[in-house]
């Protein structure tokens, strides 16, 4: 269900916010279009692990994300944008569907710890 | 003033017949002070490089401040640079009574460095984008100066060299395509003859890691050097096309040895961090081979930038124990010129200055299990502790490593190395990534992990005195959290050591007896150095805290890293009252 939000929530933001930047970022997006590629978990431990530590499990230099009552349009926009001093934008490099396979694994994550 | 000088003095001419070094209280010809302290043993009066002089010792000869006044040591003056993003991290500089240091976004102070007046300051204006997309963004390390200028390296890929006496820019050379490559530099440039050395991210970075040499009248870049695949013996060493994307990067700045005529480098890991091949890495995985030359320790002729020889610290590092620690200290045993290097892992390397062969190693981290031990012979990794993909558990050091970039000092007087080792460990699962790329996303990792105590015991740290070459340990004083910010060595026979928590303390450099300390009220994650201005000793110390590895401090060792902010900083100075 979650993931279906997900996947609903990030969707509708790729409709309604279409600048020439996202356009072209889109069109750039170099990651290959193979099913590894899209898969969330894999992007998450290339890029996302160092600081959401355990998977996103656990807090460590970042904050634990399972379970987070965050909205998705707020991880989106926190994933794009970054935060001065603490996370880095992701904005210029992900694509809107890499951008909803990192959702979706959020999502998926017990919080169990 | 004059009883002072004159004290200091003698002091100073005790000490020239120990270590050859300048030594004076009073202001000289600021090119040849300059020149001096940064070839010679001591510094002097000024702190010119990085390291204090180009041997790394991070040691002042000044001896006014020492184990019978230090009690008496108070703040002089205190400079807010604003918008210390991670802290202030960088270290200051000190020629002919001015101090100059940068902070985040690379802005850089002229202060006068008895007072603190500010005497000019230069912000320049960064691409934005680039800045909020970078990771370890947006704090510098350091500066350097040479030919009247200083010298800073920006996060979006640039180096400029600003008029000592006005701040106005006399060049700004793009040196990295960080809008490609979203990598730039955060270390300090090292300034060698008429060159200009510094070295760009790396490690994680997929990408080849390069090392500039610039002409530092002009800031026309005369030689570019990668450490990953950066000559044909290299690139055999990176299976198919891994070395495209293979991380390195050079992202301290190193030391110099004139009488050869080599800059010392350190590198960094190669990319992705972990490697899912386990065992298996010289066959196949994400980057078969050693990975030349990834946390290795080159030595470069700075005036072509040509390799001369090298020793790789980590064949196929696959744990992120990288050799960018910058330090390289420099000193004599019987006959021997020896350089010192501390490798991220745990173990100090000691080589031989002429062609990098190892003379010893020896540990000073004590829950290092990724290796069984480093053959103190040749160098070599016993028992490696390959890591294949699925879970692991206790794997030590943890990624913040058994010593991290910070540096520590060496005392001619007393004849020891002080160093700070870390305790702690980390549960991982090895998994298989893809690099993001065009552009760049910062960071391959290839690995989930999670930091976690030693098996009996809390993490923690240490800071101890011991022989440089040998390891033998002659103390020892323990810290509930592992201290992250350089150390001072100093004349007065003081050890100098800037905490997590705040307090600056100052020990007896041949017992370790804690003798003073001072609260400045926000943990510690840059510099420290001495110097003399207007015949008084000062100690300056850049506070602040925030960088990747104390952002780990607050999951594991709670208060009051919980809630230390992480947008301050300042410059401290003290001197006695």
Known sequence: MRHILAVAVAVTLMATVVSAQERSRTQSAAVPSTDDALDGEKLFGTLCGFCHQGGGRVAGRGPKLAGTDRPDEYLLNRIRVGKEGAMPAYGRAFSETQLRALIAYIRSLKDDQ | ?577
Not at chain 2, 427 to 455: C, H, M, S, Y
Not at chain 2, 464 to 477: I, L
């Open chain 2, 1 to 577: 003033m004059t009883t002072q000088r004159t004290v200091l003095h003698l002091a100073c001419l005790a000490l020239v017949v120990l270590v050859a070094g300048a030594c004076s209280m009073s202001t000289s010809d600021a090119g040849t002070t300059r020149a001096t302290a940064m070839a010679e043993p001591g510094g002097g009066n000024d702190w010119t490089t990085y390291h204090g002089t180009y041997q790394s010792w991070h040691y002042s000869p000044l001896t006014q401040i020492n184990t019978d006044n230090v009690k008496r040591l108070r703040v002089a003056w205190v400079h807010h640079p604003g918008r210390s993003t991670r802290g202030l991290q960088s270290t200051p500089l000190v020629a002919d009574g001015v101090l100059y240091y940068t902070g985040s976004y690379s802005r850089v102070w002229a202060l006068d460095a008895a007072t603190g007046k500010p005497l000019w300051s230069y912000f320049p204006k960064l691409n934005d984008d680039l800045v909020a997309a970078q990771t370890h963004s947006p704090y510098t390390r350091g500066i350097a100066l040479g030919q009247g200028k200083v010298f800073v390296g920006t996060v979006d890929g640039r180096l400029i060299a600003l008029d000592m006496k006005t701040g106005q820019p006399a060049w700004d050379t793009k040196l990295v395509n960080s809008e490609k490559l979203t990598v730039g530099f955060t270390g300090a440039p090292l300034f060698v003859k008429d060159k200009v050395v510094i070295g760009a991210q790396g490690g994680e970075w997929p990408g080849r890691g390069p090392i500039f040499g610039v002409d530092a009248a002009s800031g026309r870049k005369v030689w570019e050097f990668f450490t990953v695949a950066g000559t044909e013996e290299a690139m055999k060493t990176w299976g198919g096309e891994s070395w495209k994307t293979g991380g390195g990067g050079g992202w301290m700045a190193g030391g110099y040895d004139p009488e050869t005529n080599t800059v010392w480098w350190g590198t960094g890991n190669p990319a992705p961090l972990y490697d899912w091949a386990g065992s298996d890495w010289k066959t196949s995985g994400p980057r078969p081979g050693d990975n030349l030359f990834t946390s290795s320790i080159i030595a470069l002729d700075p005036d072509t930038g040509k390799l001369k020889f090298y020793h790789q610290e980590l064949p196929h590092d696959a744990w992120d124990f990288d050799s960018a620690v910058g330090e390289f200290v420099m000193l004599e045993r019987d006959g021997k010129k020896l350089v010192v290097h501390p490798n991220k892992g745990g173990h100090v390397f000691v080589y031989d200055r002429k062609d990098a062969s190892v003379v010893n190693v020896w540990q000073l981290a004590k829950n290092i299990n990724f290796v069984r031990g480093v053959d103190p012979k040749t160098g070599a990794l016993i028992g490696r502790r390959d890591l294949p993909l699925g879970k692991h558990t206790n794997l030590c050091p943890a990624i913040a490593g058994g010593m991290s970039w910070n540096s520590g000092a060496y005392s001619p007087k007393t004849g020891l190395y002080y160093k700070i080792g870390q305790e702690w460990c980390m549960d991982l699962e090895v998994i298989k990534t893809t690099p993001v790329l065009e552009p760049q996303a910062q960071l391959d990792i290839g690995a989930n992990f999670t930091l976690r105590n030693p098996e009996g015991a809390k993490a923690h740290g240490h800071l101890s005195g011991r022989d440089p070459v040998t390891g033998a340990k002659k103390w020892e004083v323990m810290f509930p959290e592992p201290p992250l910010a350089s150390l001072l060595a100093t004349g007065g026979n003081l050890v100098f050591v800037p905490d997590p928590r705040g307090m600056l303390r100052a020990y007896n450099a041949e017992t370790g007896q804690e003798l003073w300390s001072h609260n400045n009220g926000i943990g510690h994650n840059g510099g420290i150095i001495s110097y003399a201005a207007k015949g008084k000793q000062y100690i300056a110390v850049a506070t602040g805290w925030g960088s990747l590895v104390g952002d780990e401090f607050g999951a594991l060792f709670g208060e009051p890293y919980k809630s230390m902010p992480k947008d301050s900083g300042a410059i401290v100075v003290f001197t006695l009252e």
